[in-house]
Each structure stands twice: as C-alpha cells, then as structure tokens.
C-alpha cells in the first residue's frame, strides 16, 4: 500500500499599514472594544470605501517576492455572507482577477535538500471583526479588526507532509518580515493558515482511492498547523482503512475545526451545507491599474529575499548553515552583519561575535542586536582584533561587554584592560627559558614523551600564560615550546 | 433565462440572506423575481462576442489615499444605532461560529 499526503494551504497574513483597507481608522492591537471604527468600517448606508495605496502596494511586493505574475489589471469583487462580525453582510475581496498569480516560493527541508511550493494566486481583502461568545446568553461583536488589509496567499498542494507545511509558513514569516509588510507577529494573530489535506492511496492490488479533502479553518500557530496536519493523515487513513468508500467521490469536501488542547480536529460542515458567496464585482470601487513605472518602483522596494541571503552567507563568507540560518532569521540582523562586515570585521569572527554574545543580549533585552550599543563598525573592528591576534577570544568577550556602555574603541578598551595579547616571540621566549629553568621536572617529562608529556606541556604553557598575567599569546608560546623542547 | 426560476432557489436565496419567508411569500417572490430576471434577461439578445466585460461602470482607476489615521468615532457614536449593546460592544443574539469565512 502507498500512501501520499497531498496538502495545499492558505495563508492570511495582516498587513502592517498604519490604517485600513477601506478607511482611515487605525489598526491597533488591545485597543477599547469598538474605538478604531468608523461609517465605512461599521458598514454605514451613505458611505463608500477608499482604498489604501500602502496596502495595495506591500501586497504587490510580496507578490514580486513570490516570483508572481503582477496583474496589470484588477478589480475588487463582493464575497456574500451574514455574520455578525460582518457589518455589511459582504467581505471586500478578489474573486477572478486578483492581483497576482501564477508565483512559487522554494523551501528549505530538513535534509538540507530545498522544494519549490507553486503559489497559486495572492489577493488583497478585509478582515472581520470579533465575535465573543464566552459565558453569555448572547454574543458581543467588537469591529476594531474590520477592514484590516489581509494578504491572502494561496498554495498549490504541492505539501506533502506536516513538516513542509511549518516550514513553509515559517519561511513565509520571515519573508513577509525582511519586506517590512508585515509584523507576522503570531501572539496578535497576523498569520492564520487554513490547509487543505487528503490521502491518495494506492492499494496492492493497485486500486487508487482519494480521501476527502478536508479543510482546517483558522490555525495560528505554526505548531497547530504541523500538529494539525498530522492529525488528519492519521484520521484519514484510519477512517479509509475501516471503509473504503470513505473517498472524495462519496463525501466531498469538509470543513473540520482543531481543538488544541484535545489535538484533534472536529468535523464542522460538509460541502453542501457550505456558502454560497455570491460574488459580484464592488461597485463602489474602481479597478486598479498597474503600469510599468509603478510596478519598477515596487519592484525596486524588494530587498534580498531571506533564503538568497543564508545562502549568500554560507558560499561567499563560508559560514555554517547553522549560523547563516540564525543571522538571517531576522533582516535587522543579517544587515547587522553585513554592516559589520563591511566594516572589514572578518566574517566568521563577526558572525561569532554576533551569535555568541550580541543575539544573547539582545533577546533578554527584547531589541534588535543593532540596539545593543555597540555598531556594527565596532563589531568589525573586535573581530579585526582577535582575527590579528591583538587579543584572544576570551578577553574579547570581556571587551564585548564593556563595549555595551563604552562607546571607545576595541583596542583602547582592550589595552585599558589589560588585555592585549603578548605576540613579541623575542620577550615571550625570555619568559619561556625563565619557566624552563625553573620546572626541570615537567621539562623532563615532555621530552620523554607518553602519558605525562601533555600535562607537563599544560603545565609549563600555564605558567608562562602566569608570569606574563594571561596575557601571551598561546599560539606562540606553543611554537616556542615546539622549539625549546624537540 | 430558459430555465425558470424554482420557488426551491428563492427559499434558498432567502436562507442565504437569514430571511424567514412564509410559503406564501416564497410564493409571491418567486414570481417578481422571476418577471426580473426574465426582463434583465432580454439583454442576453444583444450580441457580445467582440464586447469586453466591463468590470466598472465609471472610466476611473486607482482611486487611493494615503496611508494616514484619520479620527474614528467615539464608541458611544458607533454604537448609538445599535439596537443593543453590552458596554463598548454590539450585543446580538448568540450565534454558534458555523461561518468564519
């Protein structure tokens, strides 16, 4: 028997404009129930919504990002239901012409290998507002959210397994991130994802059976979505294993819920019982035109793409994939480095620097690591420092630390401290011949090499690393050692 | 507009619409939608082949504004038409969350 998981997704992601789709009401998070609204947002009779050039225009450039054709024409179209959270009884969105289309985004798995997901189209539309029903005997509606630009994303179902859907969507953060068009700040809900999964099996006498597709609404987290996923190739191959006509021919397709605390999905509705939007072109918008001036002048507002960047990273600097990953897990960072760099801070010594005690600090701090108070120039020239053997790595993350309240060089910083590293080979090998005449015991063992000979080495490196207040240079002392003791 | 319009399509179109309609209204509606549809339908006798769709009535595009926070309603003026309210929110009759879009 063989089974294939086949999953599509679809991702909302919020916009980060500083108002709505449709008027000029601020987004804002934890705001008082019902203060950001207005006629339009409210659904007033009278009123006609304008559209947002910000959100049209960050829409367009993760469309670029995701390698989609840009539309040169698009129109905005009425998506019918009624729901209280829906003051107009219609959603503003795109229905045949959306913006973009036809893109792809390629992911990196954890073999290291990557695999490009198909984009199928990715349009603009507004959020609803808020339902609560908790420990009522009727529901409280807040319409703070109404109208929030959504960039919805839609995959082809080239996923095939709950790991490439996180991954996917995690890539996805961290792109909509670098482009500054999203905060994609999960806590507030900016990423919700929707995949639609199913089974293709294939029997050993060779029959092919498809499951229905089902559809999970609503997830948050990039957990809920893996966990999700996973869930549903357990349940569909169970339900299809006790009956084989449990098929999409026979049911359909299916809306279920997840239930986190439980970790399983719920069925919600079936195919039949599901909406039928009714869509019709907007009336009260006018379409949108995109010519070739307007598309440059996006085009030319999408940086380096995250993945593009690790990769630079890794050939041209010779990072590890490790560490490439982690400077790039956020823009600030990765041009942090790229600054410090620059800066003619060699890179795996920046990179180091960076990782070792620059993220640390800036993660208890909550901050970017360019807030940490020390420049990216300043990290460069550290790095320049250990990379000449000025000072070795120990003193240097003493320097770092000064460094955080102390706005002087390295080197200055380094020599006040003491820290300098004795490289003159002339004056350490005075110091060497002193601590060789005095500890003719370890000398002996050296030279007659076997199991004491590395300890006696430790040693006699120790004292001299003593005598000259730990401020020799290793490396040296140890040529020197090669030398006196052959 | 050959097929005609089924009473069955206006009760839907009404559950659609959260519409409660009597058997007789279905009835009644049926029949004025269906003398609608059957006059906007005359326009399926005009030849559209070489026409473009229209996806707007006006010859205007990109329309916008700025990215920039106008003032929003206090909530007592958002909620002064609400026919009920609980504190700062609308109140409604409890609904179960069967149509998140």
């Known amino acids: 028997m063989n089974v294939q998981t086949i999953v599509g997704l679809e991702i909302h992601v919020q916009l980060a404009t500083r108002t709505k789709l449709f008027c000029g009401c601020k987004l804002g998070f934890g705001d008082p129930p019902n203060s950001n609204v207005c006629p339009v947002c409210l659904g007033l009779p009278g009123t006609l919504p304008v559209m947002n050039r910000t959100a049209y225009e960050y829409a367009v450039r993760t469309a670029l990002a995701l390698h989609c054709q840009i539309a040169r024409f698009t129109k905005w179209d009425r998506k019918g239901y009624y729901y209280p959270d829906l003051p107009k009884n219609y959603q503003i969105s795109q229905y045949d012409l959306p913006l973009s289309f036809d893109?792809?985004?390629?992911?990196?798995?954890?073999?290291?290998?990557?695999?490009?997901?198909?984009?199928?189209?990715?349009?603009?539309?507004?959020?609803?507002?808020?339902?609560?029903?908790?420990?009522?005997?009727?529901?409280?509606?807040?319409?703070?959210?109404?109208?929030?630009?959504?960039?919805?994303?839609?995959?082809?179902?080239?996923?095939?397994?709950?790991?490439?859907?996180?991954?996917?969507?995690?890539?996805?953060?961290?792109?909509?991130?670098?482009?500054?068009?999203?905060?994609?700040?999960?806590?507030?809900?900016?990423?919700?994802?929707?995949p639609n999964i199913n089974l293709h099996i294939t029997d050993d006498d060779g029959a092919e059976y498809r499951t229905p597709i089902c559809e999970v609404k609503n997830l948050n987290s990039f957990r809920a979505l893996e966990r999700s996923v996973a869930y549903e190739q357990w349940r569909q191959k169970q339900q299809w294993q006790r009956d084989h006509a449990y098929t999409q021919e026979n049911h359909g397709k299916q809306n279920r819920g997840w239930n986190d605390d439980r970790g399983e999905t719920v069925f919600q509705r079936a195919k039949e019982e599901a909406h039928d939007y009714r869509y019709f072109p907007e009336p009260d918008l006018v379409p949108i035109e995109m010519d070739d001036a307007w598309l440059a002048e996006i085009q030319a507002s999408v940086c380096e793409l995250p993945l593009a960047r690790q990769r630079r990273f890794i050939e041209h600097y010779g990072l590890s994939a490790y560490d490439a990953g982690v400077l790039t897990a956020a823009r600030s960072t990765a041009e942090f480095f790229d600054e410090a760099v620059a800066a003619r801070g060699p890179a795996k010594r920046v990179a180091n620097l960076i990782t070792q005690q620059g993220l640390k600090i800036a993660n208890e701090r909550g901050c970017a690591v360019g807030q940490i108070g020390i420049s990216a120039a300043r990290i460069g020239q550290l790095a320049q420092l250990i990379e000449d053997g000025t000072i070795n790595a120990s003193a240097a993350a003493a320097v770092f630390d000064t460094m955080l309240t102390d706005q002087r060089d390295p080197e200055t910083i380094a020599r006040e401290h003491r820290l300098i590293q004795q490289s003159d080979a002339a004056a350490l090998a005075v110091v060497l011949a002193e601590v060789l005449a005095a500890h003719p015991q370890a000398v002996a063992d050296v030279k007659a090499g076997g199991k004491k000979t590395k300890k006696a080495r430790g040693f006699l490196l120790g004292q001299v690393m003593q005598k000259t207040g730990g401020q020799a240079n290793p490396q040296i002392v140890n040529t020197l050692l090669d030398e006196s003791l052959q | 507009m050959s097929e005609k319009l089924t009473a069955e399509q206006v009760r839907h179109v009404a559950k659609l619409a959260r519409l409660a309609c009597t058997d007789e209204e279905i009835a009644e509606f049926t029949e004025q939608l269906a003398a609608i549809l059957q006059y906007v339908g005359q326009l399926e006798q005009v030849d559209t082949a070489d026409v473009e769709p229209l996806a707007h009535c006006l010859p205007v595009h990109n329309v916008f504004r700025r990215d920039e926070v106008r003032p929003s309603l206090t909530n007592d003026q958002a909620l002064a038409n609400a026919p009920q309210r609980d504190g700062e929110f609308f109140a409604v009759p409890k609904v179960l969350d069967d149509a998140s879009a």
């Open chain 1, 103 to 194: 893109g792809h985004l390629e992911i990196p798995l954890e073999d290291g290998s990557a695999k490009t997901i198909r984009i199928l189209r990715a349009h603009l539309e507004e959020d609803a507002g808020k339902n609560l029903h908790e420990g009522l005997d009727h529901s409280r509606v807040d319409l703070n959210r109404t109208g929030t630009p959504l960039l919805e994303i839609v995959t082809q179902p080239d996923l095939s397994d709950p790991a490439e859907c996180r991954i996917l969507a995690e890539q996805l953060q961290r792109l909509v991130q670098y482009l500054g068009v999203s905060e994609a700040n999960m806590q507030e809900g900016h990423m919700r994802f929707e």
